[in-house]
Nanobody, 127 residues
Framework: QVQLVESGGGSVQPGESLRLSCTAS????????IGWFRQAPGKEREGVSC????????YYLSDVRGRFTISRDSTKNTVYLQMNSLKAEDTAVYSC????????????????????WGRGTQVIVSP
């Protein structure tokens, strides 16, 4: 059974950091594009970052580029999202998702609808 579990969310002050983890069971992450999405109250879900399963290329939403870093640890079957210099507008529920489509993640585009989703982890950035 394919399962994705996020962890690492929390409440921090502006400028601080968090590292989110997305751990998979039932499949090998290396064979899937992994994306991080977020949804703030009253807003549509948006793709924040992804790492593809072809050559490890990564994508970042312009608002987070230079502050967030996505990485993959195959030995732990886990993908991380390191979030630095957090801002209040980063407040959202962050979910990870997996998709076997080789084009679900490119340097320029993240596919909006992935096949498998975790339940999400809350990130709150507030003074």
């Amino acid at each position: 059974q394919v399962q994705l579990v996020e962890s690492g969310g929390g409440s921090v002050q502006p400028g601080e950091s968090l590292r989110l983890s997305c751990t998979a069971s039932g499949f090998a992450l290396n064979n899937y594009a992994i994306g991080w999405f977020r949804q703030a109250p009253g807003k549509e879900r948006e793709g924040v970052s992804c790492i593809n399963n072809r050559d490890g290329s990564t994508y970042y939403l312009s608002d987070v580029r230079g502050r967030f870093t996505i990485s993959r640890d195959s030995t732990k079957n886990t993908v991380y999202l390191q979030m630095n210099s957090l801002k209040a507008e980063d407040t959202a529920v962050y979910s990870c998702a997996a998709d076997p489509d080789l084009w679900a993640c490119t340097k320029r585009v993240i596919k909006k609808s992935y096949d498998y989703w975790g339940r999400g982890t809350q990130v709150i950035v507030s003074p």
